[in-house]
């Protein structure tokens, strides 16, 4: 079992920026891969990032390439996500989660088995 909880979130402006972070525990001795969804109201769950367990491979979605930043810091088992130049559409509830499956950079969100509560963040025009 891995629990994350979500911290970070709040109000800010366009064009503002916030980091959430991601701290985990239990098998965080295990290798896994974290990853970071969002869900806007009315919307699906998606994908935004994924960082390898050594932290050298990551992924984005197309819409936070450049903007956005997946890091982590393994001796204290948080993930971070680094958020700038946000916009109003980037306002929905952010989640991690993590996949203990090795060498995955998973982009779906039936490939991750644990998952934090939810953060929100509101980016207002």
């Known amino acids: 079992q891995v629990q994350l909880v979500e911290s970070g979130g709040g109000l800010v402006q366009a064009g503002d920026s916030l980091r959430l972070s991601c701290a985990a525990s239990g098998r965080t001795g295990s290798r896994y891969t974290v990853g970071w969804f969002r869900q806007a109201p009315g919307k699906e769950r998606e994908f935004v990032a994924v960082v390898s367990w050594s932290g050298g491979s990551t992924r984005y979605a197309n819409f936070v390439k450049g903007r956005f930043t997946i890091s982590r810091d393994n001796a204290n088992n948080t993930v971070y996500l680094q958020m700038n130049s946000l916009k109003p559409e980037d306002t929905a509830v952010y989640y991690c989660?993590?996949?203990?499956?090795?060498?995955?950079?998973?982009?779906?969100?039936?490939?991750?088995?644990?998952w934090g509560q939810g953060t929100q963040v509101t980016v207002s025009s």
């Open positions: 989660a993590a996949d203990l499956t090795p060498y995955r950079l998973g982009l779906n969100v039936r490939e991750y088995a644990y």
